[in-house]
């Protein structure tokens, strides 16, 4: 069933939440190839950043990831208005609002989760942003700040009144970070008192997962995020089982080493070579975690520099998972990119400023396939 949020009527019940340092262009590019209709989001933009530098390449936007939402943070409701102001013109169809985010560094200034703790605040950077755009509002918030303080019940009334047209709620504290499980019976309470959609998060990482959650909470969507890492065949999964109970099988070890390469080739068009490789290690080991006897491949995979290295490593995984023909189907796919190296980033515009004009076309910045 389709969820509407405020004026936005989304197509399925999943969404790829925000995950600083991953869900960039190129992840989403990547997840929207294999799953057309999920709810997607950036990276969590500065509000105060925004203010000196109003140009920033997260909220690069691509046309064909819609629907798709820009997170801001920051605790100044007049900066945060601003902010979701940008998102707007950027094209966003919402804007997330971070009250969720439990890193000192940003909490100790008043910042993501800390706003659990002053909901006088939270309500007026709500009201305020409601008032400065047209596109629908949403926050995303953890079950408090620790055990003793599970506010997340009157948190999530108070985001409703002011003007919010639908929340993520994660099932743990800010204490809790990411460690020990997520109570999701906590969420159940939140859907229970909220009259706005309420996506359900935390600890997602199979299909039959995502049907618990739904089933255990009540909750109109659910949200997946560390599920996706290196797995974005995760999204569709899930939504194919809850629409049909059919539980597809993970693509085989060869479709997955392909899928890692064209999402590595994206980030060293994207963000240059020396940016782009280093990024891409993370996400090729994610990608390889459960091969048979990949360890070794990983452990190189720490050190790669170039396109080269990729292919190089891939392909010979290629072959130690399918064989010779597994190699074949790898390099088949390989043959397609232009592997020059790239020193810079495209659709770098020039203007000194180190911007690029949107909308930014993905398939524009992703390796050319040569006629
Ligand atoms: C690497 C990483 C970065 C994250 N960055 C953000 C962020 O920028 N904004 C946000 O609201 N949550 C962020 N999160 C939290 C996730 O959106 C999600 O709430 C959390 O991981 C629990 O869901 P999961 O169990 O499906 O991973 C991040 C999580 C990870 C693992």
Redesign the pocket.
């Known amino acids: 069933m389709p969820i509407k949020i405020g004026s936005l009527t989304v197509p399925g019940r999943v969404y790829v939440?925000?995950?600083?340092?991953?869900?960039d262009l190129v992840f989403r590019n990547i997840v929207r190839r294999v799953d057309k209709g999920c709810l997607l989001a950036t990276?969590?933009v500065s509000s105060k950043g925004l203010m000196y530098k109003p140009e920033t390449r997260i909220m690069d936007l691509a046309s064909d990831e819609h629907p798709i939402g820009i997170?801001i943070?920051g605790h100044e409701p007049d900066i945060m208005a601003n902010a979701a102001q940008i998102a707007e013109k950027k094209g966003a169809d919402f804007v997330?609002i971070?009250m969720?985010?439990p890193v000192p560094k940003i909490t100790n200034g008043k910042d993501?989760c800390a706003l659990m703790r002053e909901p006088d605040l939270a309500r007026e950077i709500v009201m305020s942003i409601k008032g400065a755009v047209s596109i629908p509002v949403t926050v995303?918030f953890r079950l408090g700040w620790d055990d003793s303080t599970k506010n997340c019940v009157e948190f999530g009334q108070m985001i409703e009144s002011a003007g919010a047209s639908a929340v993520?709620v994660?099932g743990?504290t800010r204490a809790q970070r990411?460690t020990g499980t997520?109570d999701w019976t906590m969420i159940a309470e939140v859907k229970k008192n909220l009259n706005i959609p309420v996506f359900g998060?935390?600890?997602?990482?199979q299909p039959e997962d995502a049907a618990r959650l739904l089933e255990m909470t009540g909750a109109d969507g659910v949200?997946?995020?560390?599920?996706t890492?290196g797995n974005p065949w995760l999204i569709p999964r899930i939504t194919k089982y809850l629409d049909t109970g059919i539980l597809d099988e993970p693509p085989d070890s060869v479709e997955r080493l392909i899928l890692a390469f064209q999402h590595s080739m994206g980030l060293l068009a994207y963000k240059g070579q020396r940016v782009g490789t280093s990024e891409s290690r993370r996400h090729l080991i994610n990608y390889t975690k459960g091969m048979h006897k990949s360890a070794p491949y990983r452990n190189r995979l720490t050190q790669i520099e170039s396109a080269a290295d990729v292919v190089a490593i891939l392909s010979e995984l290629a072959e130690q998972e399918a064989g010779t023909e597994g190699k074949r189907r790898f390099l088949a796919v390989v043959e397609n990119y232009d592997l020059h190296d790239r020193e810079h980033p495209c659709e770098w515009n020039g203007n000194g400023e180190g911007s690029f004009q949107p909308p930014v076309n993905v398939h524009a910045v992703l390796p050319v396939a040569k006629p």
Do not use: I, S, W
């Open positions: 939440p925000p995950m600083a340092g991953v869900t990276e969590m997170q943070f997330d971070n969720g985010c993501g995303k993520t994660h743990r990411y997520a998060n935390g600890d997602v990482f949200a997946v995020a560390r599920g890492l």
